[in-house]
């Protein structure tokens, strides 16, 4: 899963770091390495990376830990976990915002008539044009209509591809 677009896109929103490790931390720990030593043993990152990178992901619910004592050392001990399947919400969440989003546009698209100048700097809805006298308020030019079809075309194109994403819904096929 880790390979997977989607996944990699919200990680690197999540971690927001320039160290190109980050996923090879995420890599360790769904690879069965839970402690922070381990994982920077095994990345060769230091070790405050490694925790800045847990608690990024623990603060955006991507990853969970417990703390232990060693009963001779006294020493805590924090085991991490990678949460798959918050992974899976968050993306097929914000999957969702996204396609709501587009819907929107579409619904505006349709139920307006488009009026723009020559150097298209500005485009204006029917109401917004005509209140102008169809001159441009950027830079004077008439106002014309403007055929948005290829506009619509797109979002509904853009809204089979968004809308056809479930992720993780098909993780056993
Ligand atoms: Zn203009």
Redesign the pocket.
């Known amino acids: 899963m880790i390979k997977d677009p989607l996944v990699q896109d919200l990680l690197y929103e999540v971690i927001n770091e320039e160290e190109d490790g980050s996923i090879k931390i995420v890599e360790c720990l769904i690879k069965g390495k839970v402690t922070d030593e381990e994982i920077a043993e095994a990345t060769e990152l230091r070790l405050n990376i490694v925790r800045r990178v847990l608690y990024k992901l623990y603060d955006a619910g991507l990853a969970s830990y417990k703390r232990s004592k060693d009963p001779e050392t006294q020493w805590y001990t924090y085991t991490w976990k990678f949460e798959v399947e918050h992974v899976e919400e968050m993306i097929n969440r914000k999957n969702q915002e996204i396609v709501s989003n587009l819907k929107s546009i579409l619904d505006y698209e349709e139920n307006n008539m488009f009026f723009a100048?020559k150097?298209n700097?500005?485009r204006c809805t029917f109401d917004e044009a005509s209140e102008n006298g169809f001159i441009?308020p950027?830079?004077d030019?008439v106002m014309e209509y403007m055929d948005n079809a290829p506009i619509i075309e797109q979002i509904k194109e853009d809204l089979v591809i968004y809308d056809e994403i479930d992720f993780g819904a098909n993780k056993n096929s």
Do not use: A, F, Q, T
């Open positions: 100048c150097s700097d500005c441009c950027k830079c030019g």
